[in-house]
């Protein structure tokens, strides 16, 4: 019900198998869209692949040529096709060719692992992927106490350039991701603390929050929105969208090594404010 090329749902319908098998490239497996190519014997390859055949068809390994196979086109012009999203909630029916756009920017599609340490490949909805960051994971889990943690290492060159921390932590009925990371920035070592939020950009606008680090009299403070988990932790992190401090700063903040940098998250929402404070080893 998010889109505005949707058609009434349909439970009935059904496009059949052979229909769906004929409208699939035989090299990259996708559905096809204009131009649709065919070899002179009727084999169909999509525009993407064509190129990376060298212009032989890889069924009968005859020329391609520039034979568009307009019938298919048609064809797949008057199919209403499900979102692929389906069974994680979208019961939309869509036009053929207003499908893939749709399924790109699908309220319902499945959200990334937000672990910044592993290349995890796992995806689902939020209360899935909170209870895998519990579970599999072992994240740290809170619900906007006070609370203190070491996670900081002294080497910023360990995993690769990147020592870093996830946090989750619930308020306001919603899950944020608090991400702690050293890493170079050019020659200099350097801190950067950030906050994703387990939703859509458009939910995430609705919160802000604010850092604050500091010691022996000083203090430096960020404020910004939280970014949304669909934006990936290396894209927030390199945008430098988050309280930076270096490293000499922030010994001088935490007294010196082997003593603890604080650091102050103060999440709020239109009507409400949820407070945490974390104290991080700048060692």
């Not at 749902?9 to 098998?21: A, D, F, G, I, Q």
């Not at 212009?55 to 096709?81: M, Q």
């Not at 692929?84 to 909630?89: D, E, L, T, V």
């Not at 992927?129 to 360990?158: C, I, Q, W």
């Amino acid at each position: 019900m998010n889109d505005a090329t949707q058609i009434a749902v349909k439970p009935n319908l059904t496009v059949s198998s052979s229909v769906r098998e004929l409208l699939e490239c035989p090299v990259c497996l996708n559905a096809m869209y204009p131009p649709i190519h065919q070899c002179s014997n009727g084999h169909t390859i999509c525009s993407g692949c064509k190129p990376r055949v060298h212009n032989r068809c890889p069924t009968c390994r005859h020329e391609l040529g520039n034979i568009r196979c307009l019938a298919l086109e048609k064809v797949a012009a008057s199919l209403e096709l499900p979102c692929k999203y389906q069974s994680f909630g979208c019961m939309g029916i869509y036009p053929y060719y207003s499908k893939l756009k749709h399924e790109s920017q699908c309220s319902f599609r499945p959200y990334n692992c937000p672990y910044a340490g592993s290349e995890c490949t796992v995806i689902g909805d939020i209360p899935y992927l909170v209870a895998h960051l519990k579970d599999d994971h072992k994240v740290d889990m809170h619900n906007g106490s006070t609370f203190n943690h070491r996670y900081v290492k002294s080497n910023p060159h360990e995993v690769e350039n990147a020592t870093w921390m996830l946090t989750v932590f619930s308020c306001f009925g919603q899950y944020f991701c608090l991400h702690f990371e050293a890493f170079q920035h050019g020659m200099a070592p350097v801190y950067i603390a950030f906050l994703r939020f387990m939703g859509d950009d458009n939910e995430a606008k609705n919160y802000s929050y604010s850092l604050e680090v500091g010691g022996n009299g000083r203090k430096m403070i960020w404020q910004g929105i939280p970014r949304s988990i669909r934006d990936g932790h290396r894209k927030v992190r390199d945008s430098f969208d988050g309280l930076i401090i270096q490293r000499n700063m922030a010994l001088f903040f935490s007294g010196g090594d082997r003593k603890e940098l604080k650091l102050r998250v103060t999440v709020c929402s239109n009507l409400q404010w949820g407070i945490f404070q974390l104290a991080s080893g700048s060692q």
